[in-house]
């Protein structure tokens, strides 16, 4: 586990002495129960990653902070792409680290990540993506006077009655004094790793922060929390969260410093990709099975155009590369076809908040003749793609690689919008 970024000696020493806080924000779980087939931080609300709308409030706050953002380390390059989309030139101030097998493991990580001059730590969860600047600032404000642990919480409104196994009520707990905490939850740092390195000890394990440091024998107290700052975990609390999130903007890097307008919703995006010919492999091109024809080499079935459109679509929308996201040490994607990774790729665009308006690809070789096939593989792609694919093919006059026959190369264009 790791930081896929380190800031350069001038972006550290912009930032300054004076930054004393960090945050970790802790998005490395699976989101099972949100039903949607990617982690939780990744799913698009409201034309936004859930990732992106938990960052934006720490990115408002009026004194810098070191954030660190820790997901699965499949989703790192992803997960930096989005940070420096919200961060813009405050990017300086974010690293990006893999998480761990459990939210102990990832905490971990993310504080192994921070910068020697942080002295309070605040470790957040992505999926209370609503909370706003002024949690933040009220739990950092609590933590600073009194030195201890801080933990926002509201009182809980309903009947709370215990139960045994079967069922049957055994008491009614008086709520007065129960609290429903959230996050952030702020710490002085030494005394949080030494809290983690006891329960480590013990192999204890806890379902929050406060609760490992409280064993560990350190103070916590409880300050007022905040309504909007509730965890998405079930579908119904998407779409509250996406209703509230309606009314606002986009998190963007305008915001914070870029230079982005903040509002346009198109976004295009580059691929291409190179194969060499293989004597013992079978051709496969724009989708299609070229059965005559010689075939290229590759992790997959080596098809330039079908690579070049998921990078060219992944690059539009931000979300990595095809290595990245389908990577060759995956034994899943070995052999694998173009409409795999096609699929694939519209699913995880969707799921982002994004539609394919269109893709436009460029093959370059000598072989195989295209033409006689190209309105079957555009109606092909265009079907796995959900938009029109239009192919166009020429060769190099014999020029280089492909003008030799030793390979074809592809050269895709993306357009993407924000629904």
Same mark, same amino acid.
């Given at each position: ?77 992803? =997960?930096?792409?989005? =940070? ?52 933040? *600032? ?26 045994? *196994? ?157 290595g990245s996201v389908f990577g060759t040490s ?48 555009e109606a092909l792609l265009s079907e796995l793609v959900g938009a029109p ?31």
């Open positions: 586990m790791g930081a896929i970024y380190e800031p350069s000696a001038a972006e550290e020493s912009s930032i300054g002495s004076s930054t004393t806080v960090g945050v970790i924000v802790v998005a490395a779980g699976s989101g099972t129960r949100l039903g949607a087939g990617l982690p939780k931080a990744f799913v698009a609300l409201a034309g936004a990653t859930v990732l992106e709308h938990a960052i934006d409030p720490i990115l408002r706050l009026p004194d810098p902070v070191q954030l660190v953002v820790v997901v699965p380390t499949d989703r790192l390059g992803e =997960a930096e792409t989005i =940070a420096r989309r919200v961060a813009g030139s405050a990017f300086g101030n974010v690293r990006i680290v893999a998480g761990g097998g459990n939210r102990q493991e990832s905490v971990l990580a993310g504080l192994g990540a921070l910068w020697p001059g942080v002295r309070t730590v605040l470790v957040h969860d992505a999926a209370r993506a609503l909370t706003p600047p002024v949690l933040f *600032e009220r739990v950092i404000e609590a933590a600073r006077r009194t030195g201890w642990g801080v933990v926002p919480g509201l009182p809980v409104t309903d009947t709370i009655k215990r139960v045994d *196994e079967g069922g049957r009520i055994e008491q009614t707990v008086d709520r007065a004094a129960l609290r429903a905490v959230q996050t952030p939850q702020a710490f002085p740092k030494d005394s949080l790793l030494a809290a983690f390195r006891v329960a480590a000890d013990r192999l204890a394990t806890a379902t929050d922060d406060a609760a490992l440091y409280a064993e560990a024998g350190h103070p916590v107290i409880v300050v007022e929390g905040e309504e909007a700052a509730f965890k998405i975990t079930t579908p119904w609390d998407a779409q509250r969260a996406e209703r509230l999130l309606g009314e606002r903007p986009v998190p963007t890097a305008s915001t914070h410093g870029g230079e982005g307008t903040g509002r346009s919703t198109l976004r295009t995006g580059i691929g291409i990709d190179v194969h060499a010919f293989a004597d013992d492999a079978e051709l496969w091109l724009a989708g299609l099975s070229w059965p005559e024809e010689r075939g290229l080499a590759g992790h997959s079935d080596g098809d330039p155009v079908a690579h070049a459109i998921v990078d060219a679509l992944l690059s539009a929308a931000g979300l990595g590369d095809i995956d034994p899943q994607f070995d052999g694998a076809h173009g409409d795999v990774f096609l699929r694939a790729t519209r699913q995880r665009l969707e799921a982002s908040g994004f539609v394919v308006v269109n893709v436009a690809v460029q093959l370059v070789g000598n072989r195989p003749r295209f033409a006689p096939r190209r309105a079957e593989a694919v239009s192919v166009s093919a020429t060769t190099t006059d014999a020029l280089g690689f492909t003008g030799r026959g030793e390979g074809v190369a592809a050269i895709a264009t993306a357009l993407v919008e924000r629904r």
